[in-house]
């Protein structure tokens, strides 16, 4: 099973930041993992008559960077009696550097507090969005104030086997990675598990057209059938994943399942809220083929709807836009 060995935690000045700190450096704690803490700062940018990359630019660059730096370093200086922590400031566009450490580092997750967001940020795209969007590895944005340890945590998967052959593999090896990710925090934490499906019976608002006559018996034939077969593909994927964890896991995992009827991106974030949810475990969703274009309008409003941490996973074989190189 995959655990993470290689953590990136993203922090800024201030108190903020330590719900995020304090679980990355738990992680690399009960996984053995290397961590590294960066903080961005943004680049400087020479006024009128100031050439860029002149002296004063300079200085203010680097005045800031000390600046932060020393801050970090009193930040995390109490968690280095736990754990080794590689420190760094990086300069510019705050997810654009994120995501090149991640590849110059190949960390295996991101972990941050999320952004207070916007109206501008939920029209223009805020970092958090740019990294679930663009970040080659799985991205845990921490909600401020979230709990030390989790009571409740929900694991949101697809088990549709309506798509063409060749995506299924993809498919499946995703919802295994989602719900492994979910199992071990759940296990870590103690924490309640939960796991959701939302399905749709996609003809059957057709069925009930004007012009289709189809009686009502047939219709729920129709619905029943495709809650059956969403049912056994949910119970055959929690069988699989949990059972591969070993007795104990499976002895103190007793996940809740929840099969829903409806439109995931409303049911989900509606389920997370009743449940109070500490944590939601999805995926991101892929389009096939286009580097960098990973994030469905479905999953985007899943994402601005849920009020509590979220771990985002990556689709196997995701390409990350951003490169190395200006």
Known sequence: MKRFKNILCIIEPGEACKPALERAVTLAENNQAA????????????????????????????????EHAQAMDQLIAP????????????????FLEIVRQVLRGEHDLVIKVLEDHDWLDRFFGS???HLLRKCPCPVWLIKPGAPKAYRRILAAVDVD?????????????????????ACIQAFSDFAELHVVNVWEAVAESAMRGAFMNTSEDKIAAY??????RHQANLDALIHDVIGSLGREAVDYLKPQVHLVKGRARKEIPALAKRLDADLVV?????????????????????LN???CSVLAIKPPGFLTPVTLED
Do not use: C, F, K, W
């Not at 968690?79 to 705050?94: E, N, P, Q, W």
């Not at 580097?291 to 469905?296: F, K, R, S, V």
């Open 35 to 66: 961590l590294t803490v960066v903080d961005v700062v943004e680049e400087v940018i020479a006024g009128i008559g100031m050439p860029s990359g002149g002296p004063i630019t300079t200085d203010l660059q680097a005045a800031m960077s000390s």
């Open 79 to 94: 968690y280095r009696a736990r754990v080794d922590i590689d420190s760094h400031v990086l300069v510019g566009v705050s």
């Open 127 to 129: 970092n958090d969005m």
């Open 161 to 181: 086997d309506g798509y063409p052959p060749a995506e299924m593999q993809s498919r499946r090896q995703h919802n295994r990675q989602i719900l492994e990710m």
């Open 223 to 228: 619905v029943e059938q495709g809650r059956q």
């Open 282 to 302: 999805m995926g991101t969703v892929a389009r096939t083929g286009i580097p960098g274009i990973i994030m469905g309008n479905t999953a985007e409003t899943i």
């Open 305 to 307: 709807l849920i009020d």
